[in-house]
């Protein structure tokens, strides 16, 4: 009934996260449809993604050139370097335009469960330049998770004996947060980290 | 911070239905870690179908021949055909294998709201085969909405004319379905078709 072609968009489309074998039909459905204004774009979009987008040898960013833009711009301080999980992570702390040091892509959290352990992060560049005395001051931004804060133990731990500061991110209430709406780990948070006004 | 690149694949996939600008971000990330895994046989299933599947000149389905496999099946009884919104219901009706004959894609409802008249609806081709003669049984099987039945019956009062048989799908209580869970309309849909056991 359906041609193999439209089956295989199906269920190569049904893998992308955030569609299901429902959604990917109306998704492919849509993209047939609107065959000129999304169908050709997005494919195009993609083989540009796919010729021109390298990872950054240096940090592990994404951008379409290696060492990434961030990691060769000479107006960012590379002493300081802030780890983060995921590029995800990165592109969030980029959009608030706080931080102007260089970045390190973990690309991962130590989980037992999925039997992720220490060689698998990204730590072994991150520690070389550490070691060549390039890196003065790590801010370990990881999610507040369990798996979150025990990488951030461990990398605190790597860290130490080099005698660099190492800092994480500010716990507390988020802006815009109600008191009623937020769970009780981030309100002992704020309120063991009570700031004099 | 991001290349262009990413940024435009991310708008552009964020226009798929079921994805947003969160998902489309994840999604651009997921397809760029599993580059050669996922990005690249989605790229080639997109021109496949871009290149191979076509819209049937009869009915108005997808298919990479025109006319489509229905439509092209002797052993299908084309005198019955089935009315159906979009492509999606006919691959559902499909799916049940029980329809037999030819379908007709119409590809929309009436709405007053979304400004779609008769002339909008893709009535004409089956018009004429009725015409000519060639079709002896329509089933109308449009979704149980006001659009859907009014549509429902413009078409039906279209039809009327040629003295066809006009059928409409059965409604009551679905497989699986419990009564308690079960809309008012349902029921009382159940209640007055009732069958004699």
Redesign the interface.
Known sequence: ??????D??IS??A?????GPR??????????KK?DS??????R??????T??KTCNICGN???KDPC??CSDLKRDQSSVCIVQ???D??AL?RSGTFKGHYHVLGGLLSAIDGIGPEELNLDKLLNKVKEGKVLEVIIALPVTVEGQTTCHYIADCLKEYGIKVYTLAQGVPVGGELDYLDDGTIQAAIKAKKAL
């Open positions: 009934m359906k041609g193999n072609e439209i295989q968009l190569l489309l893998r992308v996260p955030g569609l959604s990917a039909k109306r998704a492919t459905l849509h993209l047939i065959r999304q169908l050709v774009p997005l494919i979009a993609m083989q540009d993604v796919l021109n987008v994404l951008d379409t833009s961030i995921d590029i995800a990165l592109w980029e």
